[in-house]
């Protein structure tokens, strides 16, 4: 299993992280997903790597960035894999969001990324617009942000000190110009949003081919809000 730091997998407890959900753990998260191998533009899509989530709560107080960009050093193919906090079953690993700010828990404004078995949730008295940020770099030009999954999630869970206010699950597409498409969702459940557990906005036709299978929308004034 993701136990270790094998070749191309980053555990975050390496990198400083402690998840007891006392420390915060923003910075060691960000330092694991910036130990893996950069991509480059017209280089194999084997660069990349995995960062590993052991069993824990990981507090957080910035947004954790994967970004396919010049100054994001062109993170793609980058899996975060947690343990124990997918869609369904005991939430025994979580990232929670302690920030000051409404920013988004995590920017994935990459491509051919995954987001595996983790819960995301909010503290108490804390806000955010997102769990999940799907969207493209300003610097990216006509770069594309395709091809990502996200499996096994559960998304805006309460309990536990943490009942903070979640606009969105996931938000898709919100200032892209060009392609936002081929996003694939598996066994996830989206709870608790205050305006839609999933929002996509499509500004130019091109936030297309968005699928989900087996997922779960509950305590939500909308499921999936398309605009």
């Not at 191998?37 to 960062?51: C, E, M, N």
């Not at 804390?126 to 594309?144: F, H, K, Q, W, Y």
């Not at 598996?186 to 297309?208: L, N, P, S, W």
Request: hydrophobic content about 35%; glycine content about 14%; some cysteine.
């Amino acid at each position: 299993g993701l136990c270790g730091d094998a070749a191309g997998v980053a555990n975050v407890k390496s990198f400083g992280a402690v998840g007891d959900g006392v420390h915060d753990d923003t910075e060691a998260i960000q330092a694991a997903i910036d130990s893996l191998k950069p991509a480059f533009p017209g280089l194999p899509a084997t660069l990349g790597g995995t960062v590993y989530f052991p069993p824990g709560y990981y507090r957080i107080t910035e947004s954790i960035d994967v970004i396919s960009s010049p100054s994001g050093n062109f993170r793609q193919n980058i899996r975060l894999v947690g343990s124990n906090g997918g869609g369904s079953g005991f939430v025994g690993c979580a990232i929670d969001w302690d920030g000051t700010t409404s920013d988004p828990m995590l920017r994935l404004w990459s491509r051919d990324c995954s987001v595996e078995r983790l819960a995301f949730r909010v503290r108490t008295g804390r806000s955010t617009i997102a769990a999940i940020d799907v969207d493209m770099s300003p610097e990216n030009g006509a770069l594309a942000v395709t091809n990502n999954t996200f499996e096994h999630l559960r998304i805006g869970y309460q309990g536990g000190g943490c009942d903070g206010t979640m606009t969105y699950g996931v938000r898709i597409g919100e200032n892209s110009p060009g392609n936002v498409d081929y996003m694939t969702f598996r066994k996830c459940y989206f709870m608790h949003a205050a305006e839609a557990c999933v929002g996509i906005t499509d500004k130019t036709g091109q936030a297309k081919t968005i699928s989900f299978y087996d997922c779960g929308f509950l305590s939500s004034p909308y499921g999936i809000k398309h605009t």
